[in-house]
DNA sequence: CTCTTTTTGTTGAAATTTCAACAGAATTTA
DNA sequence: TAAATTCTGTTGAAATTTCAACAAAAAGAG
């Protein structure tokens, strides 16, 4: 467990927590940590939502499905971000989406009943952990309302533009690197991959843009 | 504000507090009540994002526009409901919603910040007023998630199959109203009103549905 | 009750998206 | 390195959505 330490830290479930008590908490919250190997199921649809997930190494993608197949991906989360917390906090039955080993990946899985409902020794620790919860919790509403102000356009273009230009501020550049290929972009923005692709390379043509693979240059 | 204690009662985030104490607690939080008539906006996007809101009577819409007036509707807030609490909580420093009251409307505003920095007398509330917006927080996930789940399908009469059903279940029976007139819900499914009539009324024809303004009936 | 305003439904044309199929590039595997 | 696989860009046709404009219905105002 010792090894993680240095992703641990920068996990905001817990920011402000000592480093010395961190170990003997993760005890006490009964986390386990599992690897994945690349497109394995670390958390599957429909199973019962108890688990946060924190990803030490690799990433998770948080994908849903509809009955005929159209993917699509809600968020992604790298080292030391959470997954499942917003299910695992309102303590949904069912799980409405599916999380998705993206390469091999270490998770770190702790029961959220075990930060929710306060232990016998009533340590100070859980109140930390649940401000923090609601600081991720808000923060995560956040980023799906940007989801839904990308996914709201009306154009395949406009959705792309919007994304691109929140990756070109979030970058503080603009020339960056997107976390997604085509077709993970095409199901972020909710749109045909072929019509995606096609609309790149018009931008292109138009010299709005420059871009190869996940690179990007706006002009 | 003790005649407004009742609608207080049901609000998610004074719940397990005691009723005695709430009304102190007001206090101590600086909350006031605002009325609003309909149509009149009670919170401005781009301003600073530190109130939470509380419906007390009447409704709130939760809406966004992009520089060419393509509206889209994030929420609507009933009695006892919250909003603005997302951004409150993550300290936004410029909210990028407007909330307008749907009709003439009461609602409190109470300053986030006095229930984030916990007051010098540190009370025990505060602590459950953190759990309390947790779990909101949490709920509103998941409410966000599923307005992704059906603005994420590509087709109008798909988006509209799915908030129907959606509604269906909530209502526990295949005769329901739903919130929003046409051009609403259109906002809200993030497609075209005209376009949505028409595949209301295709629906009629095909015997799927039967519906009258805001009533709906599957068949 | 009448007039005005708002809401809803219809329509056809224009624009866009999806779909399916394929070829070339890039990457991975053996 | 060669072969196999995955990813990306292209294309044209079919399906859908948007847009604009209008008429009918309903709701609200005086």
């Known amino acids: 467990m010792e090894k993680y330490l240095n992703i641990l830290r920068t996990c905001p479930l817990f920011a402000q927590i000592r480093e010395d008590h961190l170990l003997r908490m993760l005890g006490c919250l009964g986390a386990k940590v599992v690897q994945f190997d690349k497109k394995y199921t670390i958390l599957a649809e429909g199973k019962p939502a108890k688990y946060i997930g924190i990803v030490l190494s690799g990433s998770a993608q948080i994908m849903q499905m509809d009955y005929y197949g159209n993917r699509s991906l809600l968020a992604v989360s790298g080292p030391g971000e959470m997954f499942?917390?917003?299910?695992?906090?309102?303590?949904?039955?069912?799980?409405?989406?599916?999380?998705?080993?993206?390469?091999?990946?270490d998770i770190m899985l702790i029961d959220c009943s075990h930060i929710l409902h306060t232990c016998s020794n009533n340590c100070g620790f859980h109140q930390q952990l649940i401000y923090n919860l609601m600081k991720s919790l808000a923060v995560k509403?956040?980023?799906?309302?940007?989801?839904?102000?990308?996914?709201?356009?009306?154009?395949?273009?406009?959705k792309l533009m919007a994304y691109l230009l929140l990756q070109a501020k979030k970058a503080g550049s603009d020339r960056f690197d997107i976390p997604f290929d085509r077709q993970e972009l095409a199901d972020?923005?909710?749109?045909?991959?072929?019509?995606?692709?096609a609309e790149i390379s018009k931008l292109r043509r138009e010299g709005i843009l420059r871009s190869r693979k996940k690179h990007f240059e706006l002009l």
């Not at 917003?86 to 999380?99: D, H, N, R």
């Not at 799906?144 to 395949?156: C, P, V």
Request: net charge negative; aromatic share 6%; with cysteine.
């Open 84 to 105: 499942g917390e917003a299910f695992a906090c309102a303590e949904t039955k069912a799980l409405p989406v599916s999380v998705i080993a993206e390469e091999p990946s």
């Open 141 to 158: 509403n956040i980023l799906f309302h940007q989801k839904i102000e990308i996914t709201a356009k009306r154009s395949t273009r406009e």
């Open 188 to 197: 972020y923005l909710e749109v045909d991959r072929s019509g995606l692709s």
